[in-house]
Structures are given as C-alpha cells and as structure tokens.
C-alpha cells in the first residue's frame, strides 16, 4: 500500500518537471508576453516594436538614476528598468544599459568632474530632499541617461519640468512618457534623415542665427534648408514628368515662416497656396503686432502698433483670423522692473510683466500633452472662422485672466508698478495657436485670368489634397536669445530667471505632427494610471493590513498543518 503511494507520487513529481522542462523547451522558440493590466502598461506599441526589431547594432545607455532616492524616483528608477528590459527583448538584446549612482565617487572632485560632465552632455540636475537621522540634506542627482549607437550618442531626459505641477504629478507624467521619450531617442540616433524642412527667407523672417537652437533640434528629425521664393514657381514644389503628364509634389514636408516683419508679394503667397494646393505643410508664426523690448531700454514707454504681412485673405480662407490685438495675462513672465524709490534712488527687481503671457496646454492633443509652460511675448488673439470641413484645433490659449488690448496702444513698464484692475481682465482661454487640417481651399480661386488657370506650366490646383498647418500668434516663441559675446540661450530659456519653457518642445512636436510622424505622437498620446497609496487611509488601516500580511499567512499554514496531519491519522490510522 506505502509502496504503491510512493510510486504515486513519483509519477505526479515526474509529470510536473516534464511539463515545465517541455514548456522552458517551447519558450525557447514561441516569445510572447502577457499583459493583464487594463491600459496595457506593459505593452509596447507597434512603432516602439518595429524600430527595435529592425536595430542591426547595440544601443548602451547609461541610467544616471541610481542609490538612495525617495519614493517618487524610485518608482521612476523602477519602471524605466522595467521599460528597458521590454525594449531589450523585443531588440534581439540589442539593448543594453546600467544603472549608476553619480554621487558614488571617492571624492568631491571627481563627483564634481562627472557632474560638470553629464550637464555637458545635456542631463538637467534636480535637487531633492533625503530624510536622514539628523534630519534632511540636499542631494543632487541627474534623472536622466546618455544612449550611445555606433559612436554617437544623445541625452535622454527621464524627468520632465512641468511648470506649475506638484513633484508627484511631474513624476507621474514622466513615467506615463517613458515609452515615447525612449523610443524618441533611439530615432534620433538611428534614423537617417530623409525629411526636408525649410525656413522661409525674403520677408524679415529670424535668421539662422537666431533660431539656431531650434534648427540643431529639427536637424536631428530632419535635413534643413533656408529658402527665398522671390516669386520662382518651383521655389516650393518640384516638376517631373510621370506617366499621365507632369507631376507636381512638394519640395519640402514643411515650412517654417518664423516672424516675417515685411509684406508677402502676391507671387510669393500664390507660391505657398499651391505648396498648401499640392500637400505641403505650413507652421505659421507670426506677430500681427509690432512691440520690441529693445524700444523700452532708452524709454520708460514704446508705441504697439499693428503689422500686415498680407497674409490676413489667405489665413482666413484657409480657417483662421490673426487679430491685432496686443494680450495682457495675469499669469506671466518676469522681467526686471522698477520697484519703487529707497530714498532718491529707483530700485529694479524682477516683476510679473503682463505682456509676456504663459499658456499652459490644457487639451490632450498629443502636440501638446504634457507639456511645460511656454512663454510668449507681446502675443495676440486668434480665432477659428470659415470652412466647416477643415478641422480646428486649438493648441495654446490664454489664463482665465487675460486682458486683449486695442491698438495702436502704449506698453509701459508703469504697469508694474501699478495694481492690476481683475474686472479689465474679463477674457479667458483665448486661443493664440490653431491646428487646420483637412483639404484646403485657394486663396486664388476665383481671382486668376483663365489663361493663367489653364497654363500648363503652372497647373494651378484650385481644391488642395489633404494638408494641415498650425498658426501661432506670436513669432518670438522659436527665437533663441543671443549673449553679447556671440553666445546663445536654449529656445524657451529665460535668462532673468533660468526657467526653460516648453517653446522648443512644443515646436518640436508640431513639425512631427506635420511631417505626419504620427508614430511618434501615437505613443505619446497614451495614457497610464498610476494608482499611488492613500497615505490617508493607509495610516489609518496600517494595523489591519499588517495584520493581514503578516498574521494571516502564518495562521494559514498552521491550520493547513493541522488539517494535513488529522487527514494521514484518518487515512493511515
């Protein structure tokens, strides 16, 4: 009978480590991973998927975000190991990375040197506060990594500044946008750039120089290049003979008319009507009004005074209107000011300064999601009209304490001075940038002699294919300060208070969006639910759960005990 058991239970042990050897066997050559949460937290997009699979050499990366840290990055340091290791297996292992502590170094000098080093390579340090026995210290760390592919190598910002945002919520939107911000990064190192983006010229647009920051951010997306229409029919477009006749595309993904400051020509817009006509995609940034900071240097006071580019007939057929307006917003920028006298002598002091409004994103749209404050200057209203089939978004718009301003008016540093009146500032939300997509229909349309309709060397396109364009009221959000020794600031960066700004993220996203890589935005669209403790309810349950945890497991295995030796005295009494 004992034998017969023994044999028994020799037969299930075996049949139990056959079944896991054959499984172990099976998984060598079936991969495949389960996800049971609901938003799919663990699953990887098909974007992410394809890019690895298709990565012929390794990506290392060095994760600077290692050793004592509070609970908010550990949980940070915890899912981008976890992201990592999802990337690696769908890689062939041609991921590879570590983690590392940058304050575990011998001594201060070299902790500075990797400090000095890492800042240099484009990590952002953050402080952080430590409990320790004699209370709390500062500590420094860099919440971020360096990705090396075939020698090159790009920074990778784990935790992203949200202005405005209390540190779990940063963390939280951090973790949600590790997938995209890994998956961005290993684009940039390893795709070749085949997307051509130009830079309008020929209108007072910023030169190079003064959006250079933004121009070696797009570089690494896309080949740039500066153009003057100069009225030339193939400035835009390119013309090549197909089977069925001349085919017209567009040279470029997208345009870039940063600032211009004098008058399109009627050649020059009829050039990018049809650039929009045949496909192509514009960013508009663009200052209906003229106010330079330069002016209230040498005065207390400079004159606001309304431009034209002679855009305004084609803008608002294409579904949107550029107001003159100038906008005040209680939530702003600071800029040194006077603060009052001590004694004869005027004081100067940083001041919230009204015209330089900060628009925090407040939609979900996946340009925008996210995203820091970004700081315009002297910007003005916009608004949707016309054509009901062309779809409009609006991207950016004003606090719920916003003031529009008729002009020509006055802009004068009193303002700092003086108490701000909250019934003048009876307008909130007012959209200062716009996304039309759909197809668009010619400014020229009805307006060109039929020769001109009809030539065969121009094929002008009356009804466009699908496009989009974004349109931006203020053009100072892409230009980069330039320092008096030749130096330039980051796009966004405030020099008065050493805040970066999301301009250039917000940029950034909206030349991918028109470039249709959605792949990109499709990733950062997603949304994950961090589910954090009640820190209320957890103190005030503490004993129940430890009780439960603890108590429960162990009264478990005695009563298991218990049952198990009364069930062999009742079988083998």
């Known amino acids: 009978m004992v034998k017969k058991a023994m044999f028994r239970d020799m037969v299930q042990l075996m049949t139990v480590v056959g079944i896991v050897i054959i499984l172990n066997v099976l998984s060598g050559f079936?991969?495949?991973?389960?996800?049971?949460?609901?938003?799919?937290?663990?699953?990887?997009?098909?974007?992410?998927?394809?890019?690895?699979?298709?990565?012929?050499?390794?990506?290392?990366?060095?994760?600077?975000?290692?050793?004592?840290?509070?609970?908010?990055?550990?949980?940070?340091?915890?899912?981008?190991?976890?992201?990592?290791?999802?990337?690696?297996?769908?890689?062939?292992?041609?991921?590879?990375?570590?983690?590392?502590?940058?304050?575990?170094?011998?001594?201060?000098?070299?902790?500075?040197?990797?400090?000095?080093?890492?800042?240099?390579?484009?990590?952002?340090?953050?402080?952080?506060?430590?409990?320790?026995?004699?209370?709390?210290?500062?500590?420094?760390?860099?919440?971020?990594?360096?990705?090396?592919?075939?020698?090159?190598?790009?920074?990778?910002?784990?935790?992203?500044?949200?202005?405005?945002?209390?540190?779990?919520?940063?963390?939280?939107?951090?973790?949600?946008?590790?997938?995209?911000?890994?998956?961005?990064?290993?684009?940039?190192?390893?795709?070749?750039?085949a997307e051509v983006v130009a830079f309008i010229e020929g209108h007072g647009e910023l030169t190079d120089r003064q959006v250079i920051d933004m121009s070696k951010s797009l570089s690494e997306y896309y080949r740039l290049e500066r153009v003057t229409i100069n009225g030339k029919l193939n400035s835009l477009v390119s013309r090549a003979e197909g089977d069925s006749g001349s085919v017209i595309i567009p040279k470029f993904k997208a345009i870039i008319i940063a600032k211009p400051d004098s008058a399109f020509s009627e050649e020059d817009k009829f050039m990018i009507d049809q650039y929009i006509m045949y496909g192509g995609r514009v960013l508009w940034l663009l200052d209906p009004v003229f106010c330079d900071m330069d002016s209230l240097r040498y005065s207390p006071s400079t004159l606001?005074?309304?431009?034209?580019?002679?855009?305004?007939?084609?803008?608002?057929?294409?579904?949107?209107?550029?107001?003159?307006?100038?906008?005040?917003?209680?939530?702003?920028?600071?800029?040194?000011?006077?603060?009052?006298?001590?004694?004869?002598?005027?004081?100067?002091?940083?001041?919230?300064?009204?015209?330089?409004?900060?628009?925090?994103?407040?939609?979900?749209?996946?340009?925008?999601?996210?995203?820091?404050?970004?700081?315009?200057?002297?910007?003005?209203?916009?608004?949707?009209?016309?054509?009901?089939?062309?779809?409009?978004?609006?991207?950016?718009?004003?606090?719920?304490?916003?003031?529009?301003?008729?002009?020509?008016?006055q802009v004068s540093l009193d303002v700092m001075v003086e108490e701000p009146k909250p019934e003048q500032f009876n307008k909130k939300n007012v959209p200062v940038a716009v996304l039309l997509e759909g197809k668009f229909e010619s400014v020229f349309k009805n307006r060109l002699t039929t020769m001109i309709k009809e030539s065969k060397d121009i094929q002008f396109r009356e009804d466009g294919r699908a496009s989009k364009m974004i349109v931006v009221s203020d053009g100072d959000i892409i230009r980069n300060h330039i320092n008096p020794d030749g130096t330039y600031l980051p796009c966004g960066f405030d020099k008065y208070t050493s805040q970066q700004f999301g301009n250039k993220t917000f940029l950034l996203n909206a030349i991918n969006y028109l470039c249709d890589d959605m792949s990109l935005t499709s990733i950062r669209s997603r949304a994950l639910e961090i589910r954090l403790l009640d820190r209320k309810k957890a103190e005030a349950e503490r004993t129940k759960w430890q009780l439960l945890n603890v108590a429960l497991p162990i009264l478990l295995v005695i009563l298991f005990g218990f049952i198990n030796a009364y069930l062999r005295k009742k079988r083998y009494a």
């Open 30 to 193: 079936f991969f495949t991973r389960f996800d049971l949460t609901s938003e799919k937290r663990y699953t990887l997009s098909e974007t992410s998927k394809d890019l690895l699979e298709n990565l012929d050499d390794v990506i290392y990366l060095k994760v600077y975000l290692d050793g004592e840290l509070p609970a908010g990055f550990r949980r940070l340091r915890d899912r981008t190991r976890e992201m990592l290791d999802e990337f690696r297996a769908y890689s062939n292992n041609n991921i590879e990375y570590e983690f590392i502590n940058p304050s575990n170094q011998p001594d201060e000098t070299s902790r500075n040197d990797l400090y000095r080093q890492l800042a240099n390579q484009g990590l952002m340090p953050t402080n952080i506060q430590i409990k320790t026995e004699d209370g709390a210290e500062q500590k420094l760390i860099f919440p971020g990594a360096i990705m090396t592919y075939r020698g090159e190598e790009t920074a990778l910002q784990l935790l992203k500044s949200q202005m405005g945002a209390a540190p779990e919520e940063m963390l939280n939107s951090s973790t949600e946008d590790l997938e995209y911000e890994i998956t961005n990064a290993i684009r940039k190192l390893t795709t070749v750039r």
């Open 304 to 409: 606001a005074i309304p431009t034209s580019e002679n855009l305004e007939d084609m803008l608002f057929k294409y579904g949107v209107r550029v107001n003159t307006d100038l906008l005040q917003d209680a939530r702003c920028a600071s800029i040194p000011g006077p603060a009052g006298y001590v004694g004869n002598q005027l004081q100067w002091a940083l001041q919230p300064w009204i015209f330089f409004p900060i628009v925090i994103p407040k939609t979900e749209h996946p340009i925008v999601r996210n995203l820091n404050g970004i700081k315009l200057e002297f910007a003005s209203s916009l608004d949707t009209v016309g054509n009901s089939k062309i779809k409009k978004t609006v991207l950016l718009s004003t606090s719920e304490a916003t003031r529009a301003l008729r002009t020509p008016t």
